[in-house]
């Protein structure tokens, strides 16, 4: 059993990493043609587009390999089934759940190396790439949270309100501090811009009215200067608002969740999301061997092109179905966590109907 084991896992890597391959030159060569005009007239030299489409290759394997993956497995085993060789082994009492552990082993795998693209290698060489296409192709990223109206707890009894913000500067505008003690409220500062001051770590609010609520009625005070304050925020923890999801490893995107989930700002759903992807999308490999194998036991034979063309609608329904919950979870349709592993749980409920009718 070892022995066939070794068999059908080389069989299945072997196929998927040239299936891997095929799809990612395809996926860049589409985008080359299709973006070619654009590095003509930016007059950008062969090794610049050379180094973009090289940055691009994490996310496209990331994003073809649960095709791969279904590919994978559907050539594998209709070929073991055209060669006679599936036959054979249920004649000798190889049973399904035998058959298709091989397959799990090796897409387990596949899984894991594809967590570690998506949690560390692909962040590394987003940021870069993103750099590249808002200065090319004029591409923009909306922040985590906004740049508009943020609402932020800043401590227990404060919240910071903030119209426009500048994360690059460390600046925000049309500013309100609002300090409560329970439902009261005791004090409001109203600034035109707030700035910070990296080496006394300090706030400035600048051109402020303050109006203290106390039993005798409000105190007003107007300074048409500046405010010193400390906020238990730094100017990092506004830059980071324009930090994409895409460009933190698993470490820092986790530490972001919590840290702003913490300090009270709202609109997370999207980054909340993104984080989950970094684990649910990989892990759409090792679902889809249910699908992929007990599928081919049950059809007889169809040839490749059948095989290639099952493998995009099926493949590529479950990157549309997840695309759709992930845009769900952006707009609170859905809680941010089910939207992420939504799409798999409906996928492997699917696998496994398959493979218990398959096992009949």
Known sequence: MKILYIYIARQFVSTYVFAT?????????????????????KELGADKVFLYYLRTIPETVLLVSPVSTLLSSLYVTGKMSAASELPAMKAAGVSLRQLISPFLLAAFAVTVLNILNAGLFSPYVAIERHRFEQDFFKRTFESLSGKNNLHILESRDRILSISSLDPEEETGYGISLETFDGPELKSRIDAKKITYDNTRDHWYFHETRTRVFTDNGVVYRENPGRDTLKLSLDGSSLRELGIQPDEMNIVQHFSYIREKQRAGFSNLGRVIVKFHNKMAVPFASLIIVLIGVPLATRKRRSGLAIEFGISLFIGFSYLSVQRAFAIAGYRSVFDPVLAAWLPNLLFLFIGLYIYRTANR
């Open 21 to 41: 391959i095929s799809f990612t030159a395809l996926f860049i060569l589409a985008n080359l043609f299709e973006e070619l005009g654009t590095f003509i007239d």
